[in-house]
Structure formats: structure tokens, C-alpha cells
């Protein structure tokens, strides 16, 4: 999620105190700027924009910043490149208006208008600002949740002044805090790639009626080796596996700095093992052993890889087993119905069962049946559809059979409803329009209880 000014500018403001500020002399530099030099007076060549809620002017060398509005900041920028880690130091002055000043600070914030990203307590950020807070003597860090587009700040931290110049200085491991040209033991810790990172350097500062000028701003590489920071990289995060016994593997490998001494173990999940790569320098590889699967729902069983010092340590990863699929039981064939008796049965199912049925055929004359049909949902009438039949050839009982006569009317005198005791008559006349494709149905024209 990317962030607006505008949207910067209305969060930056939440993280700022309600203090009075003070005016400083300006530091005398001696250091090279090679990376980046101002001191306002028009040779540097650098281009400066200011933001729209304040006022922004070059004055006498200095560049101010006055008047935010309410609810924001005032703030300036330029284009900043740096080639690899960095120090930059800026000196600042802030003097309070009339009326007094409410919530003064100013800040330094170099940060990527791209989608190269650090990485700070695992929040993904494009920059950093460091932020102090003269009457209070404290100041802290914030930087920029992409993902959940919203500032996060770090505890304030109180700085031994009076203080003249602040700054940071960029590592692979840490941003330090910078006053008076100087570390101080203050630092947010990170991950930071450098370069092809930042782009861009604000200078900023709230308060209302207040005013801070910048002056004297200097950066450079850092000389010297760059502290040693190993990240810990296991991948994926989750393995899919078969039912049936197998193996998988995951990958381990250092994506930062120095020597990653990594381990491994399995912390739930007893029907997993790790069968080699128990632990490793740097680059390796886990393999896993996993029994079948018997149970009916599938199961997941953790691995946490531990680098001790390593940024992303720990990890946990996961092995998600398949299920055994519940067999599907074979139906039972129907049997064909041996009647035993007259009375026709509708179940559960409203399948209507008649076990004795006299058809009075005009060509063969009388013929003995039974037969099925099944009620049929239908919003004007009650329908059932014709499912199966067959011939009776020596009926071993005799009473009165239900009638199918020429024209195809069905008379059933008895039919035993699902609940066992009620009795109803019922007349079913077969119907040509609704009889279509291959289907036989038959509309309920009357029916009646049958008294005992």
C-alpha cells in the first residue's frame, strides 16, 4: 500500500509532543560531503521543493520552515541517491513564534519513492525519519508501514544536549541517531540494503507558529568495514504432501551478511521427522521423513529453524498432510418386490409402492403388476413419475388389487402413509402433456381416508 503526501503528513503529526523549542548556533563542518552537500547558498546545484501546508523559503542561507497548518507539517525535499551506507548531519534551528508553539519538533527523513523496501521490526518501510523534540530533550524514530499504510513509532529516548546538528548514520543493521555531529547510543535496529534503496530527503517540521531553518547539510559514505548482519531464509513457508508416506524438504539459506549458524527441529507434529539437515552453516537443506495418513481429516506438523543473532529468527514452517478419503459404501441394489399383501406403501422418500395391480389390457387381457412411482415436486398439481414395474405371475394371496384400466386411471382403494397408521384412497390418471422424453407421469385427480 503505497502511501500520499497528504496521507504522510496527517500521520507524521499523530507521533509529534506538545513542546517549546529552541535556537542554536550553527556547527562548523569539517568533514568532505562528498556524497551530499548544501548550505543554501544556490552553488550546490540541488533542487528543492517545498510542501503546500506551511510556509518554505530560502533565507540568508538557511532554508525555513514556518507555520504548518493545523494537523500537518511543513517539509522540503530534494532529490538524495546515496551509493551505499551513509552519514548525513543537518544543522537546525527553531525558534517560537507568537502565539506560543504547539507541538514543535523537526526531523531528517531520507526515503524510496520505489518499491525497494527495508525491513524494520518485520514491518516492510520505504524509509526512516528521526524526529527531535528540543523542550522535552527527546526524540524517536518512525518509519512507514507499506502493507498496513500507517506510521509506527518508536518509545521517545532523551538526548543529552544542548544540540545544534541532528543526523543518522546508516548501517546494514541499524540506523543510529546523530547530535551535534556525533553518535549517540540511540538506534533503531533493521534490515537496510544499500544502494539502489533511497531517492529522495525530507526535511520537516511541526508546530504551529513555530519556525525551524535547516542549514550546513552534509553526507557521506561511511568508511570502514560495514558491520556483519546474517537473515535467516527458510522456504516455503508450507509443504503439501500425499496421504501415503514420503519424504519433502525445505531450503535454508543467508540472504544478509557473515556466517548463518542455523538449526532445526520439529516442535509439534510426532508422525514428522527430520531425517538430515538437523543443522547447517549458512546454505542447506532439511529433509523430512512423514508417515501415511489413516485419519479421515488432514493434519500439519511445524519445523522451527533457529539462527541465533540473525534477523528472522525464528522461523516456523509447516508439512500439511492430506486425509485419508472416507470410502464412498456401495448402494444396495433394490430387490425386486415379492408382494405379500395388497395395501399400497408411500416411505419417507414419498415413493409410492403398490404390490398388487390389475391392468385390463385391451390386447392380453388381464395382467397382475406391481408398481413404483415417485412423487414429483410440481407448484399447480401433484404429480408422480412412473420409475418401475414388473409382472406377477402366481400371486400367492388374494385380495382386493388396485385397477389400471385401459385408459391408463390408476384406483388404489388402500395406501399406508409414513406414519404408520393413516389410510387414504387415491385415483392417479396418467397425463400425455406432462409425459415427455422418455417419462411417465400421472396426476392425483382425487383420494379420500379410508375408515376402519
Known sequence: MRKTTIHRIVLFVLFTVAVLAFGFPANTRADSCALFNEMFSGASGNTWYCGSH????????????????????????????????????????????????????????????????????????????????????????????????????????????????????????KVVF?????????????????????????????????????????????????????????????????????????????????????????????????????????????NCGFNANTSASARTATIRVTATGATGSPQDVTVTQSPTPTPTPTPTPTPTPTPTECTATIDGNLLLHIPYLSYANPVSGTLLLWADLVYESNPKQIIFKYKNSGVINSPSFSCAASTLSADLKIHIPDILLPDGSTHLWADLEYSPVLSIKGNAFFILKNYGVVSN
Open 178 to 286: 546523530r547530535t551535534n555531529r556525533k553518535d549517540t547510543g540511540i538506534s533503531l535496529p533493521g534490515v537496510f540494503t544499500m544502494p539502489q534503496v533511497i531517492d529522495s530527503l525530507w526535511l520537516m517540521a511541526s508546530g504551529s507558529f513555530s519556525m525551524v531553518s535547516f542549514d550546513n547539510i552534509c553526507a557521506n559514505l561511511n568508511s570502514g568495514p560495514t558491520p556483519l548482519q546474517p537473515v535467516l531464509s527458510v522456504s516455503p513457508s508450507n509443504q503439501d504432501v500425499a496421504k501415503d508416506s514420503g519424504t519433502t524438504t525445505f531450503s535454508v539459506s543467508n540472504t544478509g551478511t557473515g556466517t548463518l549458524s542455523w538449526s532445526a527441529s520439529v516442535t509439534s507434529g510426532g508422525w514428522l521427522t527430520i531425517t538430515s539437515g538437523t543443522s547447517g552453516t549458512n546454505s542447506g537443506t532439511i
Open 54 to 173: 506551511g510556509t518554505c523559503s530560502i533565507n540568508n542561507g538557511r532554508l525555513v520552515l514556518t507555520n504548518p497548518e493545523s494537523g500537518y507539517f511543513s517539509y522540503a525535499t530534494t532529490i538524495f541517491m546515496p551509493t551505499g551506507f551513509f552519514t548525513i548531519d543537518a544543522d537546525v534551528t527553531e525558534t517560537p513564534q507568537s502565539p506560543i508553539s504547539n507541538s514543535p519538533g523537526f526531523g531528517i527523513y531520507p526515503f524510496t519513492t520505489g518499491d525497494a523496501l527495508f525491513s524494520i521490526s518485520n514491518v516492510a518501510t520505504d524509509g526512516f525519519a528521526a524526529i527531535y523534540y528540543p523542550e522535552s530533550s527527546q526524540m524517536n524514530f518512525i518509519f512507514w508501514d507499506v502493507n498496513a499504510g500507517k506510521w509506527i513509532a518508536t518509545q521517545y529516548q532523551s538526548v543529552t544536549g544542548p544540540v545544534t546538528s541532528i543526523g543518522m548514520k546508516v548501517l546494514s543493521d
